[in-house]
């Protein structure tokens, strides 16, 4: 058995340094509730760039640009050290943290975009980085295209854990290729919401047979700081639930066992039992007994992905 946590909780709205403080915050307030897997949502460091579902097409270019510059000095850094402080809690704690980031390319052109979620173990080591596959629809003008580096189910003292991001978990290849990883426990942190958005994840729990936990953004027009460009206009009320959050955990076979955590702040806590994976999967197991790999079969290109490959021939 383990104790999984879903913390549902505002970022400081577009300031990395104090959204990761806040989330070494939560870290240890879930770990001395006994959980020792901690999960944060989509693009929680430092926010996701809500403001694109409410721009204007063709008239907010320069508001958009504003905005984006904005996010782009807040994004995380890995090779830079940005989430030492989230290591050193992991460490600290002995936990392990699935966390939403919004990612600075550092090797390339330096200022590409990517949606990202790491998995940092409880020795204080990034496990794996996945990038979003496929932003959606206005998505496409914040963040780049992940490759399949990060496609892939790392082991942990919680269980063998697998991640897709929001509507990429609609892509069922994408799907398919962390069941045949063995996945026990598929994390979706998502800015989508609702009874539909429950309803996939129930969907992927039977059709996977193993844990899904589904981590929603949270934030209300309160969440934005004073000096949010045009904040008068695009999120006039204080009141507001920009996203209401419906973080849930659902088992094997697609019972809902924990939330949804509707339009509150809060840690959504979940005893989980690794053995329930293997027992749901007499009756359909779609990588094992009941494939059909003489019929259908699934090729996945994990390579990295460049536009560059320079060879030094000059012998220095």
């Known amino acids: 058995m383990s104790k999984l946590a879903v913390v549902q909780s505002a970022p400081v709205f577009l300031d990395k340094q104090q959204t990761i403080a806040l989330a070494v915050e939560l870290t240890a307030e879930a770990a001395a ?36 510059a904005r996010l782009l000095g807040n994004a995380v850094r890995i ?12 460490r600290r704690h002995k936990v392990t943290i699935v966390c939403g980031i919004e990612e600075r390319e550092t090797q ?69 290729a962390l069941y045949a990883q063995g996945v026990e426990i598929y994390i979706a942190p998502t800015y989508d919401s609702g009874a539909g958005w429950i309803g996939s994840l129930q969907h992927i729990a039977r059709e996977a047979r193993c844990w899904v936990v589904g981590c929603g953004n949270l934030l209300r027009g309160s969440d934005f700081p004073a000096d949010f460009p045009e904040k008068s206009r695009l999120y006039p009320d204080p009141e507001e639930w920009v996203n209401p959050g419906d973080s849930v955990v659902i088992a094997p076979g697609g019972e809902i066992v924990a939330g949804p955590l509707n339009k509150e702040t809060g840690i959504l806590y979940a005893e989980i039992n690794l053995k329930k994976v ?16 003489d019929i259908f079969t699934l090729q996945v290109n994990n390579g990295a992905q460049s536009p560059v490959n320079f060879t030094d021939e000059s012998g220095f």
């Open 33 to 68: 509730a006994g959980a020792d897997l901690i999960i944060f949502s989509e693009a929680f460091i430092p926010g996701y760039p809500t403001w694109i579902w409410r721009l204007r097409p063709g008239t907010d270019w320069g508001l958009a640009e504003e905005l984006h």
């Open 79 to 90: 090779d830079a050290g940005d989430l030492t402080p989230l290591y050193e809690s992991a």
């Open 108 to 176: 390339l052109s330096q200022a590409t975009l990517y949606n990202s979620v790491v998995v940092i173990g409880p020795e204080g080591r990034l496990l794996n980085k996945h990038r979003k596959l496929m932003p959606t629809n206005p998505e496409r003008m914040v963040w780049g295209f992940g490759d399949a580096t990060g496609l892939k189910v790392v082991e942990t003292p919680a269980g063998r854990i697998g991640t897709l991001v929001c509507w990429e978990n609609f892509m069922p290849l994408a799907r398919y």
């Open 278 to 293: 293997a027992d749901a999967k007499r009756a359909l197991d779609i990588v094992g007994h009941y494939s059909r790999p």
